[in-house]
Every structure is written in structure tokens, then in C-alpha cells.
């Protein structure tokens, strides 16, 4: 299949997007090197033996590496676990995705006593507010 004549150089790039077949195609390669006593080096691992070459199975290897972390990456946050919240298959493209999702705090604006303070606007803060005495109330740190 892979390993025929009739198998275009295109054809066997985009199967070595699977590490299996990328690791067989350069095991042929070196093999090939090898068997015939000429041997594999930084000058022979560019040439090409049945439409492929060993340093393109060297590339399409590290290629496959960074492409299935990502994916296992993004599939650990997109398929629900008993562990944490599960996101949706479109999160990557969100622009809430990459800033933070809480609600803006400042310490430009004055209260109505005066004094400057957090501008709150989570559901904790208020609550926080309303049942502590007020000289107890610690304002949480801007994180944003």
C-alpha cells in the first residue's frame, strides 16, 4: 500500500501523518542505507529512496509529536471527566478564552464614604460585604 510504486510522494507525506507509517517509511529508508553499505549520514538522509527520505520520516515524527499533544491537550479539556468543568468544542476560539473571566475591579473610583476602596462586582465579594463587620472585611487582590 504504502510501500508501492504507484504511491505518489504526496501520498506517503500525508499517511506519515500517522507515526506508525512514518516510522516505517524510515525504517525502510535506513534500512535500505544500511543494507547496501552505503550508510546513513547528514548527506544521505535528504535522499530521496522510493519517493521518500529519512529525514522527512526525522520531520514528520516531531510533527506528530506536537500534533497529538495538542490535540490530547485540547481533548482533556473538551471531553467531560469526573474532574474539573468541561468546555465547549469551540473554546479555542473565544475571545473569553484568553482573558480573564472575572469581573473588572479598580482602585481609581472613591466610595461614598470617601475612601478609596475595590470596586466589587462578584456574588462572594457581596456577600463578604453584608455579613462581616466592616472592620473585618478584607477586600480580595485585583488579579486582572
Known amino acids: 500500500m504504502i510501500l508501492g510504486d504507484g504511491v505518489t510522494r504526496a501520498q506517503k507525506v500525508l499517511a506519515s501523518l500517522l507515526p506508525q507509517v512514518a516510522l516505517l517509511q524510515g525504517s525502510v529508508s535506513f534500512a535500505n542505507y544500511e543494507g547496501t553499505g552505503v550508510g546513513l549520514n547528514y548527506s544521505t538522509a535528504g535522499v530521496l529512496y522510493q519517493d521518500y527520505s529519512f529525514d522527512t520520516a526525522l520531520w514528520m515524527l516531531a510533527f506528530d509529536f506536537f500534533l497529538f499533544s495538542f490535540l490530547g491537550l485540547y481533548m482533556d479539556k473538551v471531553i467531560p471527566s469526573d474532574f474539573g468543568q468541561r468546555?465547549?468544542?469551540?473554546?479555542?476560539?473565544?475571545?473569553?478564552?484568553?482573558?480573564?473571566?472575572?469581573?473588572?475591579?479598580r482602585r481609581d473610583q472613591v466610595n461614598a464614604e470617601g475612601s478609596e476602596a475595590l470596586v466589587t462586582g462578584g456574588i462572594d465579594d457581596q456577600f463578604e460585604i453584608e455579613q462581616m463587620p466592616r472592620d473585618n472585611y478584607e477586600a480580595p487582590p485585583a488579579i486582572c
Open 87 to 105: 468546555l465547549g468544542p469551540c473554546f479555542l476560539c473565544t475571545p473569553s478564552y484568553y482573558r480573564c473571566c472575572r469581573p473588572s475591579r
